[in-house]
């Protein structure tokens, strides 16, 4: 997982494509629950309406499999949003627990996400290239890292609490 991560942050044009792709496949399972769905819905609105989502699902999801490089563009768009979201949310947040200790955490991960928000927004379309690839890439990297501590830290333990050997 580490070397993914890397790989992921050295070329993130690959990534961000590959993370596209895998949203599009998604969308695609999705439209067929969808659809299959429909059949078990009651009324003519319930089943129409999940109808034309399910091909909604499917349409999108087609057009970002022909066309990654579009959807890797929206999707750079959705993850700006998301992160400007975010950090209104770690705002209120932090505001609302000020009281304790750990919220200066709050507000530094607030600040964090509102500043790779701007970045990303400001250097639209051109962070369709690196954002959703370098992320990616940061989060594998973190996740890899955090389960070669905790496999370390429970291998420590282990032998820690094991009983000594006789001499």
């Given at each position: ?15 961000g ?9 998604l ?11 429909c ?8 089943v129409?309406?999940e ?31 998301y ?5 209104i949310?770690e705002?209120i ?12 955490w ?33 989060g594998?990297?973190f ?19 094991a ?5």
């Amino acid at each position: 997982m580490i070397l993914a991560g890397l790989f992921a942050i050295v070329v993130p044009p690959l990534a961000g494509i590959a993370a596209t792709l895998l949203v599009a496949w998604l969308l695609e399972f999705c439209g067929v629950a969808h659809i299959l769905y429909c059949w078990h819905r009651r009324g003519v609105g319930g089943v129409l309406l999940e109808l034309l989502v399910g091909v909604l699902y499917l349409a999108v999801g087609f057009y970002i499999l022909v066309n990654p490089a579009a959807g890797l563009a929206s999707l750079t768009v959705v993850l700006a949003f998301y992160l400007f979201i975010e950090a209104i949310l770690e705002f209120i947040l932090a505001f609302n627990l000020r009281q304790l200790k750990g919220s200066g955490w709050l507000w530094a991960d607030g600040v964090v996400d509102l500043v790779l928000a701007a970045m990303i927004w400001r250097t639209w379309p051109l962070s369709a290239v690196w954002a959703v690839g370098t992320l990616v890439g940061v989060g594998i990297l973190f996740t890899a890292f955090t389960r070669l501590m905790l496999t370390l830290e429970a291998r420590r333990a282990a032998t820690d609490a094991a009983p000594p050997t006789p001499s």
